[in-house]
């Protein structure tokens, strides 16, 4: 089994920053795209930022130039740096990894169980 832990969610005033990591531990042959998704109440979940194996990053519209993204290949980390933070930002943030957990098996999604972000104004 695979498992993707959150953790640096909390509750943060406008222009605030926060920073969220990841953790993947299990069974892990190789980690492919990692990437942050949130969810707002009574919205659907939606792309924050992914990140290749090779890091090549690609961000939401609505976070360029406020938040980064970066992993650590040897950790199987992932990390999204916010700053500036907005009340739009209000969310669970959720970790997602592509995971071949063998040589000659498949590429899989795993999430993690989901950080709250609260950002007030």
């Known amino acids: 089994q695979v498992q993707l832990v959150e953790s640096g969610g909390g509750l943060v005033q406008a222009g605030g920053s926060l920073r969220l990591s990841c953790a993947a531990s299990g069974i892990i042959f190789r980690v492919n795209e990692m990437g942050w998704y949130r969810q707002a109440p009574g919205k659907q979940r939606e792309l924050v930022a992914t990140v290749t194996s090779g890091g090549v990053t690609n961000f939401a519209d609505s976070v360029k130039g406020r938040f980064t993204i970066s992993r650590d290949n040897a950790k199987k980390a992932l990390y999204l740096q916010m700053n500036s933070l907005k009340s739009e930002d209000t969310a669970v943030y959720y970790c997602?990894?592509?995971?071949?957990?063998?040589?000659?098996?498949?590429?899989?999604?795993?999430w993690g169980q989901g950080t709250q972000v609260t950002v007030s104004s």
């Open positions: 997602n990894a592509a995971v071949l957990r063998s040589v000659g098996g498949i590429v899989q999604a795993y």
